[in-house]
């Protein structure tokens, strides 16, 4: 049985550990609860000590505290029962805010760690996982967690309280009719660990479900252009009510077990309660026992008895909470594979030579893609890489931005490897226009602004001006304020490029890559931002990753990669005169005739 518990009490443990500095609210909600319950256990007393009074009279137990008639003991009950109701009031209210701002408190500290944890985790947890279960995580499971924290909690502590003052009440008034009252506990204690047993990992398919379904749905609202330009409705309407069905089933199961909980603690509670009604009625009757002691014993049964009903519901939600809670733990116990550098780069002083020194990587679970390479990129030039689909030209820039670690070799920045660079440093010296141009909601003023957020409009202008996106940026309903809508869809793929590369111009560092930076643009506007790249490129070291080798004939030097090798380095010129592989991609792409190509 201690090893089926195990799970749920290393979450516990685990979730404790991550509050650490909650610890003055939890013990102070903790408190509140304690005596709120001390109090709310008070009137069965009250009700007892007054049956006593009028039973007993001047032989009553107040009597014998000095108050002798039955006007002044009924009235010391008077003022007792409003400073206690006062009390539970005062605490209750108390218990309600503390564990309700302890909630929030939790679910934002929980949600924030996650969320930045997840933002130093490596691309390939983002290839490997979806974002649909991400979050789920981030918002569903942390809110699972929220409303047990608001009202779970602070049930079982009331719980346990009620269980050790009642039941050491009855225990010293009357321990032999105690004892019938005590018999049901232990099977509702079993029988709740059973059910706990039984009801984690029906939770934790609960939660998987959530996550399927929830990434299902993240994909089709993202893919609905595809999925309505293949028709594909029906069938993707198909696929989701199977993730939904599988999502409803699961919770059925766990909700057939757990609903079964309360009616069978319900008969417990009614052998208990017979037993002190009937055995304690017959030793009131035969003045074994005080009669305002039986009605103590008859209304405090039921206080103690009773709020077990409830333990089913509760160790639900605690279950609930639970298997969310190790989801979201999970996530920010993630290991980082990148770790941070210690050393800052200031970007003013970078002058931007690039050495890649006997370099080796491949993606997980797929072949080696670069093994020995060496590239040497001088600084202030503009290279050119070019080269087949899944030739390496991508992988280099990610390296560089160390998006994935390498697995041999280095990489170093005017001579100092980038591994010993801050992250947040050696990214700010690094502008990218990635070939998936991702804009955010908001305004075209503040995507462009985005790795600039003190820039004015004046400088947010040039940018876009530059960037050849300013005429048509004037031309939108707000101009410069106007909302792109989510990823950018209420623009063209070559408006979303132009905002980009303005947005890598504003951004000013010393080294830039364009990543296919003119695939989504017509000729005319690929020759106008040529032209701009003639500035932008100045005194400032720029890789340019094309398929369309018009954009990389101005370069100073071209490298061609294949399967991960350097097959060709030369400028468009001398690799033209070479008749290698450039040759033929280019001669391909612009439909020249040998004798035509040389003239070039």
């Known amino acids: 049985m201690a090893s089926s518990l195990k799970p749920t009490q290393n979450s516990l443990k685990r979730l404790l550990s991550n509050l650490q500095a909650q610890r003055r609210m939890i013990l102070a909600a903790t408190s509140c ?15 007892g000590l007054s049956v006593d009074v009028v039973v007993q009279e001047q032989n009553s137990w107040l009597a014998n505290l000095g108050f002798k008639s039955v006007p002044s003991q009924l009235g010391i009950l008077a003022l007792s029962s409003f400073l206690i109701w006062s009390a539970e009031s005062l605490f209750e209210y108390l218990y309600g805010i503390l564990w309700r701002n302890l909630a929030q408190t939790t679910q934002h500290t929980l949600r924030i760690k996650a969320y930045k944890h ?3 985790l490596e691309m390939s947890f983002f290839e490997e996982d979806s974002s649909g279960r991400l979050l789920t995580i981030l918002n569903d499971d942390i809110n699972q967690l929220e409303r047990f924290l608001d009202h779970g909690a602070n049930q079982i502590l009331q719980l346990f309280i009620t269980v050790l003052l009642v039941g050491g009440a009855m225990a010293f008034l009357a321990p032999g009719i105690a004892l019938f009252a005590f018999l049901p506990i232990p099977l509702i204690l ?25 990434s299902r749905l993240s994909n089709n609202l993202g893919g609905i252009l595809t999925i309505k330009s293949f028709a594909t409705e029906d069938w993707e309407l198909e696929r989701l009510s199977g993730n939904s069905d599988s999502y409803r089933r699961s919770n059925k199961k766990a909700i057939r077990l757990s609903a079964a909980f309360i009616p069978l603690i319900r008969f417990a509670i009614l052998f208990a309660f017979l037993a002190i009604l009937i055995i304690g009625g017959i030793n009131a009757w035969k003045g074994d026992i005080a009669i305002g002691t039986y009605s103590f014993l008859v209304f405090i049964t039921q206080r103690l008895l009773w709020p077990l009903t409830t333990l089913g519901h509760t160790l639900d939600e605690y279950q609930r909470s639970m298997a969310s809670t190790n989801r979201v733990l999970d996530l920010i116990d993630t290991p980082v594979t990148i770790t941070n550098g210690i050393k800052t780069l200031n970007p003013d002083k970078v002058n931007g030579q690039i050495l890649f020194e006997k370099v080796s990587f491949n993606y997980k679970n797929r072949s080696q893609l670069l093994e020995n390479f060496n ?54 010296c690094i502008a990218l226009v990635s070939q998936e141009v991702y804009l955010f909601h908001g305004s075209v003023a503040e995507n462009i602004a985005y790795g600039n957020h003190n820039a004015n409009l004046r400088k947010i202008r040039q940018a876009a001006e530059l960037a050849e996106a300013a005429g048509f940026i004037e031309e939108l309903p707000n101009a410069y304020e106007t909302l792109v809508g989510e990823r950018g869809q209420r623009l063209s793929g070559g408006q979303r490029q132009r905002i980009a590369l303005a947005r890598a111009i504003l951004k000013n560092a010393p080294i830039l890559i364009l990543d296919e930076a003119t695939a989504s643009v017509d000729n005319e506007t690929e020759a106008a931002i040529q032209r701009s790249l003639l500035t932008i490129t100045k005194n400032r070291t720029t890789i340019v990753i094309a398929h369309r080798l018009s954009t990389v004939r101005h370069a100073n030097q071209i ?42």
């Open 33 to 47: 609860s304690v005596l709120n319950k001390f109090f709310d256990l008070a009137p069965p007393v009250l009700i």
């Open 375 to 428: 590239l040497s990129i001088p600084a202030g030039t503009t290279v050119g890489i070019v080269g087949a689909t899944g030739s390496g030209k991508s992988t280099l820039m990610k390296l560089l931005l160390r998006l994935y670690p390498l697995d041999k070799g280095k990489i170093l920045i005017d001579g100092e490897s980038i591994e010993n660079i801050r992250l947040q440093d050696l990214r700010k």
């Open 559 to 600: 490298i061609v990669l294949d399967k991960g090798r350097i097959i060709e380095v030369g400028s468009h010129q001398q690799l033209l005169k070479n008749g290698g592989a450039y040759t033929d991609l280019w001669r391909v792409q612009a439909g020249l005739r040998e004798n035509e190509l040389l003239k070039i």
């Open 118 to 120: 997840l933002q130093r």
């Open 190 to 214: 079993i029988g709740s660990i059973r059910f706990q047993r039984m009801l984690a990992p029906r939770y934790r398919e609960v939660r998987e479900k959530a996550g399927d379904l929830a």
